[in-house]
C-alpha cells in the first residue's frame, strides 16, 4: 500500500531587496494547485541553493556561474549613497565618486557591487553584513553605497540617499539550473516575461487539451463550422430531372401536359375540346 501523492511544489528563493509580489500573485491565479514556497537568503547563499538543489529557481544578483546555471537579465538598479541627513552631499541631486573622497565609504562582507577601485577612505573594519553599515552610517561612520533596493529596504528617518552617477551597478535575473529546466520552471519564466495565459511560447498544452480538440475535429458534419454542405445548383438540377421532377419544359406541369394528367398514363380519357360548335353546311 502506497501513501498519498504528494502534490508538487514550486521553491522560489529570492535576494534581499527584490520584490516578487506581483509574479507570485500571477502563479497563485495560473497554477492554484501547486503552491509556490519563498525563501529569501543572501546574493551567495542563493546562488548555493540553486546549485544544491535547495530552490528550483532564483531572483538573484548578476553575474552567475553560467556554466551550470540559466539566467535571464530581468533589470539594472540605480546605485545610491547613503548618508545622514545632515551630510554635505545631500545639498546636491546626484552624486559623484569623486565627491566621496574625503568620506569613509564602509565596504560590507556581503556587498553586491563589483568595484574595481573603492572610493573614499577604507574604515578600520568590515561591516558583516548591509544592515550593520547601515547601523554605522546612522552612527556617524562613514557612508554606505548600494543599490536602490537595499536603500528601500534598509530605510531610516535618520538617513537619506543621492544617486550615485559613475559608481558600478548590480543587475537582477531569473535564474535556474540547467539541467532542471521543468515544465514549472518554463511556466514562471512566462510569468516573468509577461506572457498571458494562453501565450504560444513556453511548454505544450496538456494532453488532455490536445485529446478534446482531435475529438471535436472527428465530429460528423462539424467541418463548416457545424452545417451540412449544400449541393450546388447543378447537382440539384440533374437530381430533378432523373426523377422526372423537373419544371423548366413543362410550364409547371400544365402547357403540355393539361394539368400533368393527359399524357401521364394514369389511366384517364381525354378531356372533351371546349369551345364554340361548328356550323354544318
Known sequence: ????????????????????????????????????TLTQAPAQPAHGMLLDGEADAGLVRLPVDRTVLSAIPLYTEQTVVVVPKDHLVTAADTVTVEDLADDIVL????????????????????????????????????VLVVPLSLARLHHRKDLTHRPLEDGPASSVGLAWPEAATTDLVEDFIGIVRGRTVNSTRGRRPQPVREKQANQKKAQPGQGDGGHRRQPSAGAAGRARRATGGGTAKSGGGTAKSGGGTAKSGGGTAKKPRRGKPRRRS
Open 107 to 142: 565596504h560590507p562582507f556581503d556587498d553586491v557591487l563589483a568595484w574595481e577601485t573603492l572610493p573614499g577612505r577604507p574604515a578600520l573594519e568590515r561591516p558583516a553584513t548591509t544592515a550593520d553599515a547601515i547601523e554605522l552610517v546612522a552612527a556617524g561612520i562613514g
Open 1 to 36: 500500500m502506497t501513501g498519498p501523492e504528494v502534490s508538487p511544489s514550486f521553491r522560489l528563493v529570492y535576494v534581499p531587496g527584490v520584490m516578487p509580489d506581483k509574479w507570485v500573485r500571477v502563479w497563485n491565479e495560473r497554477q492554484p494547485d501547486v503552491p509556490l
